[in-house]
């Protein structure tokens, strides 16, 4: 069975970080594009960055650029969201979702999700 699963979320004070894990199982990631997206309370389901299945390319929304790095480890089988500077409009459930072929921001194109982690930014 093809499976993503999320790690790493919690609470975190404001100007904090924290570390969200993807790892697969079932399925070997590297030779898929992985995204990270969001949902916040009453709101609709966001994009927040992707990268390819090689790495050579990442992107980030405007909100979250210069305090979000993606990254992989294809060897782990396991792609990270590594957050810095949290805000508390950060707060959400994050997902991550793979599909094959080219890294994009819509989510619909994506075949894969986890079952998201819950970060709230908090103090």
């Known amino acids: 069975q093809l499976q993503l699963v999320e790690s790493g979320g919690g609470l975190v004070q404001p100007g904090g970080s924290v570390r969200l894990s993807c790892a697969a199982s079932g399925f070997t990631l590297d030779t898929y594009a992985i995204g990270w997206f969001r949902q916040a309370p009453g709101k609709e389901r966001e994009w927040v960055s992707y990268?390819?299945?090689?790495?050579?390319?990442?992107n980030y929304a405007d909100s979250v650029k210069g305090r979000f790095t993606i990254s992989r480890d294809n060897a782990k089988n396991t792609v990270y969201l590594q957050m810095n500077s949290l805000k508390p409009e950060d707060t959400a459930v994050y997902y991550c979702?793979?599909?094959?072929?080219?890294?994009?921001?819509?989510?619909?194109?994506?075949?894969?999700w986890g079952q998201g982690t819950q970060v709230t930014v908090s103090s």
């Open positions: 990268i390819s299945s090689t790495a050579s390319r990442t």
């Open positions: 979702a793979a599909k094959t072929g080219t890294a994009t921001m819509i989510s619909t194109r994506y075949d894969y």
